[in-house]
């Protein structure tokens, strides 16, 4: 089973810029649709980007549209988010998920630990 590592998290302050790396352990994982999902202390778990294995389609949801940018290189089994113009609601803890494609977390059967972002003056 592919295992997920997320990295790059941290405290950043409201206008600023981060980027998530998620390492991937199985080169299995190039024909995995992947995503990021994240959950805010208090509320359910939610979908933010996906992109499908070959990297031709993504997805975002419509908080992050134009913000955030989801990337892939199977060659490094690396699933990067890179996360422009942070906001506090955009404080949670995030997850990188591989399965298939889709915007909910049925689809995806393999998670990681997950990294916490906090957008915070």
């Known amino acids: 089973q592919v295992q997920l590592v997320e990295s790059g998290g941290g405290l950043v302050q409201p206008g600023t810029s981060l980027r998530l790396s998620c390492a991937a352990s199985?080169?299995?994982?190039?024909?995995?649709?992947m995503a990021w999902f994240r959950q805010a202390p208090g509320k359910e778990r939610e979908f933010v980007a996906a992109i499908y294995w070959s990297g031709s389609l993504t997805s975002y949801a419509d908080s992050v549209k134009g913000r955030f940018t989801i990337s892939r290189d199977n060659a490094k089994n690396m699933v990067y988010l890179q996360m422009n113009s942070l906001k506090p609601e955009d404080t949670a803890v995030y997850y990188c998920?591989?399965?298939?494609?889709?915007?909910?977390?049925?689809?995806?059967?393999?998670w990681g630990q997950g990294t916490q972002v906090t957008v915070s003056s």
């Open positions: 998920a591989g399965g298939a494609w889709g915007a909910t977390d049925d689809k995806y059967k393999t």
């Open positions: 199985q080169r299995t994982f190039s024909r995995d649709t």
